[in-house]
Antibody, heavy 119, light 109 residues
Framework: EVQLVESGGGLIQPGGSLRLSCAASGFTVSSNYMSWVRQAPGKGLEWVSLIFTGGSTYYADSVKGRFTISRDISKNTLYLQMNSLRAEDTAVYYC?????????????WGQGTLVTVSS | EIVMTQSPATLSVSPGERATLSCRASQSVSSNLAWYQQKPGQAPRLLIYGASIRATGIPARFSGSGSGTEFTLTISILQSEDFAVYYCQQYNKWPPQVTFGQGTRLEIK
């Protein structure tokens, strides 16, 4: 059974850093594209970042240069390093698996972890 | 960037009735369109992909149609558990463009 379990969220001051983790089971994180999607309170879904099976990475313009997506195959875990955090980064962050071998829909989501950026 | 526009923003329907939700893409996404359901406090759940293919375990009352730029999600006989927010997403250009619609809230009339 595929499972994604996020951790690492919390309250952080503007300008601070946080690293989110997503422990995967039931598949290997390097066998699918993996993504982070966020949802600000009361708002819709916003794609944040993607890592290809080959390791290439992509970012939404809103986080480019501040966030870094990575994975540890030995731990079967996906990460999101978030630096220079802003109030507008406040959101629930979901780890997500992209289905298919060439970029399909998101077929599995984690339960989400809340990041609150506030002084 | 491909912009996904969902309508209406809120849809009020009675249980047992049919609900029809729309999603429009600013340019063709072929059939690379997914629908997700999200209930309060929960993660989204994949309902439909490939514009019309039900995901595993999704009841037959959910159906999707369309291609190119116009898509529809139909829920044929609304159950109480179907009242939620629904998002469409295109994955035709993926990445870096992965875009979601703004959502349609389906509420009990």
């Amino acid at each position: 059974e595929v499972q994604l379990v996020e951790s690492g969220g919390g309250l952080i001051q503007p300008g601070g850093s946080l690293r989110l983790s997503c422990a995967a089971s039931g598949f290997t994180v390097s066998s699918n594209y993996m993504s982070w999607v966020r949802q600000a309170p009361g708002k819709g879904l916003e794609w944040v970042s993607l890592i290809f099976t080959g390791g290439s990475t992509y970012y939404a313009d809103s986080v480019k240069g501040r966030f870094t997506i990575s994975r540890d195959i030995s731990k079967n875990t996906l990460y999101l390093q978030m630096n220079s955090l802003r109030a507008e980064d406040t959101a629930v962050y979901y780890c997500a698996r992209v289905g298919g071998s060439n970029g399909g829909p998101i077929d599995y989501w984690g339960q989400g972890t809340l990041v609150t950026v506030s002084s | 960037e491909i912009v996904m526009t969902q309508s209406p923003a809120t849809l009020s329907v009675s249980p047992g009735e049919r609900a029809t939700l729309s999603c429009r893409a600013s340019q063709s996404v072929s059939s690379n369109l997914a629908w997700y359901q999200q209930k309060p406090g929960q993660a989204p759940r994949l309902l439909i992909y490939g514009a019309s293919i039900r995901a595993t375990g999704i009841p037959a009352r959910f159906s999707g149609s369309g291609s190119g730029t116009e898509f529809t999600l139909t829920i044929s006989i609304l159950q109480s558990e179907d009242f939620a927010v629904y998002y469409c997403q295109q994955y035709n250009k993926w990445p870096p463009q992965v875009t979601f619609g703004q959502g349609t809230r389906l509420e009990i009339k």
